[in-house]
Structures are given as structure tokens and as C-alpha cells.
């Protein structure tokens, strides 16, 4: 019982935002929030009501693709939040609401975003793609596609011997 308690808890941890669930996923780029985050960290973040002094994933206005992880330092969720990088001097332009605040984040792991950079990297996968498909059609000896041995020369016969031929002596 407590295995399937445990797996619940953790399906409903990590349900994505993209299909209805609460967790976001960020890779942080850049040096904004050193030290408190560095390049390459995997940030964990979970829907929930902002307050000053969180960490925030949040989208910027007109930029839907974009994300940005910045800390909350001022202002509030209906008027707009005032967002800076701990390794910043400005305070950020854009002042999101809480419509645009994705999650709040709830864990950092070190470096394994680096390795997710890799695995999601388009030219990886068609690297792949172009090795399998050469594998696959790759020539091969035998005709069911198995390599098969050469086939052996046939035996030659040994030549016949040649007919004994009469000589006559004349005296």
C-alpha cells in the first residue's frame, strides 16, 4: 500500500503543466542568478501563490515562449510583481501578474540540465536517425540479408590421359 502511495504522490509531483498538471521544468541559462542557481541547473518549480522572496518561473509579456527565473523582490500578484536576478543591479522590465507566473521553485538539481540539453538537442536525433536508417538499408552478401559464405569453386576433373598411340619400327 504504501509503494502505490508513494507512486501517486510521485505522479502527481510530476505531472506537467502541459497537460493540465502542476510542475514546470527549467534549465537555467545565464548568470543572472548566480550563485543561488548556475548554468546547467534543473529547477523544479510547482504552481502556487507567489509572495516576496520566492524564486519564479515566469513568462514575460508578449514573449509566451519565453521563460525567465528571477526572484521576486517587490510588488504584488495583481498589479505586478517586481522580478531581479540575485547576481543582477536592476530590477527587471517586466513586471508579470500572477496569470504569467508559471510555478514557484520547489528544488534545484545541480548540472543534470546540461545532460538534458544534449538529450533534447534536434541535431542529436537526427544524427541518430540517419545512422539507424543507414544500418537498415546497409548492403549485405547473402540474399536473405544474413552475410553468407562465398560460394567454393567447383572441383575441375582431372584431364583424361591421352590415348596410347602404335609406333611401327621399320628394320
Do not use: K
Request: glycine letters at 12%; a negative charge; aromatic letters at 8%.
Amino acid at each position: 500500500m504504501l509503494l502505490y502511495l508513494l507512486g501517486a504522490w510521485a505522479v502527481w509531483f510530476v505531472w506537467p503543466a502541459s497537460l493540465g498538471g502542476c510542475t514546470t521544468l527549467t534549465i537555467v541559462s545565464g548568470h543572472s542568478m548566480e550563485p543561488t542557481l548556475r548554468t546547467g541547473d534543473l529547477v523544479v518549480a510547482r504552481c502556487g501563490q507567489a509572495q516576496v522572496g520566492d524564486i519564479v518561473v515566469y513568462a514575460p509579456p508578449g514573449m509566451d515562449r519565453a521563460r525567465v527565473i528571477h526572484r521576486v523582490v517587490g510588488g504584488d500578484g495583481a498589479g505586478g510583481w517586481s522580478m531581479q536576478g540575485d547576481n543582477n543591479a536592476w530590477v527587471d522590465p517586466f513586471a508579470p501578474t500572477d496569470s504569467r507566473v508559471i510555478g514557484i521553485a520547489r528544488a534545484r538539481v545541480p548540472g543534470v540540465g546540461a545532460a538534458a540539453t544534449v538529450l533534447v538537442n534536434p541535431w542529436l536525433w537526427a544524427s541518430v536517425l540517419v545512422l539507424a536508417a543507414a544500418l537498415l538499408v546497409w548492403p549485405t552478401r547473402g540474399r536473405d540479408g544474413a552475410d553468407a559464405p562465398a560460394p567454393a569453386a567447383a572441383p575441375q576433373p582431372a584431364p583424361a590421359p591421352a590415348p596410347e598411340q602404335e609406333t611401327a619400327l621399320t628394320p
